[in-house]
């Protein structure tokens, strides 16, 4: 035990000693975390917004001016033609131009498409806040993000993307590099075995990314104002497992490659690209085609985004995650089985 405590403590000062290591390490959640928070953001604000206001009746004043009390909408101008209106979106003057037609004809909406998923967004904000319905104004209550805040969303994300290529990358780097160097074969041989070594290599990155999380949850909670709903016990167990899977990953990555430069293509290629693309992070699970439904199903993050916005948003109990952690535990043996069998393969060689 004392052997592999010490060979823990020398990976520690090791990983401590690298200041590129550790501003990679730090530096990344720190700037992802006020990126995603801040300068990131799919919130509908100060669209800019042109009205035609030649046939504006009294109904139509007063749509404009829930238009312009809105901080969703900014009045930029006013048009006499709705061709004139049109010339404004075109020239990129505004995002949106809003014709008020007779009564029969309505209104009609001018919107720049060139973003489809945003374009939707202002044209449906702006049919709610023109709308008056007869009975009376329509009082929608928006559970667990009343301010509909992005950070909301992207902040789990944001943990099961930097845990994984903390953890998974990281790792593999840091045992390949060892592979280069030619010292990966003396530690192999010393009296510990080489299933200790490779675990002592690992359990400096687990540390480092318990620390990273709760570095998360902080700026989380007092930064971006991101509630912290459920049970912290149950966010930080998850975590573990889902920290414990990357790191078998890391290792899977490790037995597969030669090189550093290799280690980081595989680790981009096998992890970076799905976790933004197929994850959930930023397009919705369900409104992929099936093919890639279907292909989503083996990304680990998914189901850790999915547990986190439960227990971080919703503030639900571990019972109603146990899908997702159970698939997460599945993953994280059969991770650890074909790494350690990976690497008993190599050294049998």
Request: proline fraction near 5%; include cysteine; hydrophobic fraction near 55%.
């Amino acid at each position: 035990m004392k052997k592999f405590l010490s060979f823990v403590l020398k990976e520690s000062k090791h990983i401590l000693r690298d200041r590129r290591t550790m501003l990679i390490l730090f530096g990344m959640p720190v700037v992802l975390m006020l990126l995603f928070g801040f300068a990131i953001t799919t919130d509908v604000r100060n669209v800019r917004t042109v009205i035609v206001a030649d046939h504006l009746s009294a109904q139509g004043r007063q749509s404009v001016e829930r238009l312009a009390a809105s901080e969703y909408f900014t009045i930029v101008s006013t048009a006499s033609t709705p061709a004139e209106a049109e010339r404004f979106v075109r020239s990129q003057k505004a995002d949106l131009a809003i014709v008020f037609a007779s009564e029969k004809r309505g209104i009609q909406l001018v919107v720049d498409g060139a973003d489809p998923n945003m374009a939707q967004q202002w044209a449906t904000y702006a049919q709610q806040v023109i709308a008056n319905p007869p009975s009376g104004p329509v009082n929608v209550k928006m559970l667990y993000n009343p301010q509909m805040k992005s950070a909301y969303n992207f902040v789990p994300a944001i943990m099961g993307m930097l845990l994984m290529l903390v953890c998974a990358m990281m790792t593999s780097v840091s045992i390949v590099r060892e592979k280069e160097r030619g010292t990966m074969e003396v530690l192999l041989v010393s009296p510990v075995r080489p299933l200790m070594v490779v675990v002592a290599k690992a359990v400096p990155y687990l540390l480092l990314a318990v620390v990273i999380l709760g570095v998360i949850l902080l700026m989380a909670r007092f930064v971006l104002g991101v509630p912290l709903a459920g049970s912290l016990f149950w966010i930080v167990a998850v975590s573990i497992v889902y920290i414990i899977l990357a790191l078998a990953l890391g290792l899977l990555i490790s037995n597969v490659a030669q090189t550093q430069m290799m280690a980081l293509l595989l680790s981009a290629m096998v992890l970076l690209m799905p976790i933004v693309m197929l994850s959930g992070m930023l397009f919705p699970v369900e409104s992929m085609p099936v093919a890639l439904q279907w292909l989503s199903a083996i990304v680990p993050p998914r189901y850790y985004i999915e547990a986190m916005r439960k227990l971080m948003i919703m503030g639900v109990g571990i019972g109603e995650v146990l899908t997702e952690v159970g698939i997460l535990v599945l993953m994280t043996l059969a991770l650890l089985a074909v790494s350690l069998l990976t690497f008993k393969t190599r050294l049998a060689r």
